[in-house]
Nanobody, 118 residues
Framework: VQLQASGGGLVQAGDSLRLSCAVS????????MGWFRQAPGKEREFVAHITWSGSITAYVDSVKGRFTISTDNAKNMVYLQMNSLKPEDTAVYYCAGKNYGSTVYKYWGQGTLVTVSS
């Protein structure tokens, strides 16, 4: 499984941005797809995840109500819609995938940089 993230950029506080993750290779309905981020000088942190079917989602508290994760199975895509962006959302964002029940994300894409100016 290969993951390709895109959609990052420079925006102002309050703006919106949508990140995309193209998934290629064998996909399974039992996959969980996630978005992580790493801000400068900080540890990588979980942002959101979704079952490949799209039926179950979870978010870190700091993005609840602002970010929405979704999948498009027909296109093999995972999205992260980010609204009301804040400067503290500035980070490199990564998409990742794992098998349901696993604690380890096995598949990782390259990061896409999101910079939010105040």
């Amino acid at each position: 499984v290969q993951l390709q993230a895109s959609g990052g950029g420079l925006v102002q506080a309050g703006d919106s941005l949508r990140l995309s993750c193209a998934v290629s290779g064998r996909t399974e309905s039992t996959y969980i797809m996630g978005w992580f981020r790493q801000a400068p000088g900080k540890e990588r942190e979980f942002v959101a995840h979704i079952t490949w079917s799209g039926s179950i989602t979870a978010y870190v508290d700091s993005v609840k109500g602002r970010f929405t994760i979704s999948t498009d199975n027909a296109k093999n895509m995972v999205y992260l819609q980010m609204n009301s962006l804040k400067p503290e959302d500035t980070a490199v964002y990564y998409c990742a995938g794992k098998n349901y029940g696993s604690t380890v994300y096995k598949y990782w894409g390259q990061g896409t940089l999101v910079t939010v100016s105040s």
